[in-house]
């Protein structure tokens, strides 16, 4: 794998204006629009990891993703021919064996530039969906709320032996799901902690930083009562007045350790579990707004629709169809 600091003709930050963009001395059509924030579809919703494999024939063409970003952890595999990844300020040169590792909410597009066929594994993650409470110490630097992980990729180019692990663990990983053998859940689970490990084996510089773990440990008790109070109000000054703490340090002390604020984080809560009740319960979308702390179904349906942009009878709707469809 080949990579270098990364400057783009355009202003990623605004609006971009241009259509074009300059690749060995030569203008080529470019898909810079406005870039997206993709929606992950899964097949289970409890189970939130994607893998695929994509495939480009033998033909001479340049071939430009649009930027885009997703709040999943991403890795991708070449398995045969040369990709290009680039992110705001890096590309990477992948070839055969080679594996790219993208964070939550980074920016990034493909570009695939070679006349040969072009082979590679994509796999997206929600980590956070995969984090018990053990793994709270880790929780804000994998779930992209702490500090970037893309400087980890130089580190797979010093690290080959590491490079190789990644690689067979996406491709456990892809054989589990495709195949759904008995257990394959925890097979995968195991794989994908294995790939966390793996991230924090080559982090020599020290960027994936665990919470204190005196810090979490003030902080376990907060989150077991905001479970505990999601059907319900559930605000920062009975929490922080249960654990005898004062309202502004509390709140610093939470955006501390999970990476985001008090309201941002009991917001999530309800909207994950709204997707259980969803799936399991015979309920009303009106009623399940009320059992996940809303008093107004139409303020449920809109942050329902903002957390997975769609409304929560389409989620539904989305799921049934996928399990007659399996």
């Known amino acids: 794998m080949k990579s270098g600091k990364y400057v783009l003709k355009s202003d990623i930050y605004g609006r971009i204006g241009t259509s074009q963009e300059e690749v060995g001395g030569t203008a080529v059509p470019v898909n810079l629009e406005a870039y997206d924030k993709e929606q992950v579809d899964y097949s289970d919703p409890y189970f939130r990891l994607k893998i695929w494999t994509i495939h480009h024939a033998n033909e001479a063409s340049e071939q430009y993703g649009v930027w885009h970003y997703h709040q999943e952890m991403e890795w991708i595999a070449v398995v045969e021919g040369v990709l290009r990844m680039e992110t705001s300020t890096c590309s990477y040169e992948l070839q055969a064996g080679d594996v790219v590792m993208l964070g939550s909410n980074e920016l990034h597009r493909s570009y695939k530039y070679r006349q040969q066929a072009l082979t590679y594994i994509v796999c997206h993650a929600d980590i956070a ?3 018990n409470p053990s793994l709270l110490p880790y929780y804000a630097a994998f779930t992209g709320r702490s500090t970037s992980l893309i400087p980890l990729n130089e580190k797979l180019i010093k690290y080959p032996a590491y490079k190789l692990e990644i690689f067979r663990l996406l491709q456990l990983i892809l054989l589990d799901m495709s195949e759904k053998q008995r257990g394959y859940e925890l097979s995968v689970n195991a794989s994908l902690k294995g790939l966390l490990y793996m991230l924090i084996k080559i982090d020599e510089d020290r960027l994936i930083v665990p919470m204190d773990p005196h ?70 979308v009106t009623e399940i707004s009320g059992k ?4 107004s179904p139409a303020q449920f349906y809109q ?8 409304s929560p009878r389409q989620y539904m709707d989305r799921r049934m169809h996928q399990e007659r469809r399996h």
Request: hydrophobic residues 40%; proline residues 2%; positive net charge.
């Open 129 to 131: 969906s995969f984090m």
């Open 303 to 310: 942050l329902f629709k903002r957390y997975q942009g769609c």
């Open 215 to 284: 810090l979490a440990e003030k902080l376990r008790p907060a989150l077991a009562f905001i479970e505990e109070c999601l059907e319900g109000p559930c605000h920062l000054t009975a929490v922080s007045g249960k654990l005898n703490y004062n309202d502004s340090y509390f709140a610093k002390l939470f955006k501390k350790g999970m990476g985001m604020t008090f309201t941002s984080y009991v917001q999530m809560r309800r909207m994950k579990r709204a997707e259980q009740l969803l799936l399991t319960e015979a309920w009303s």
């Open 292 to 295: 996940v702390g809303f008093t």
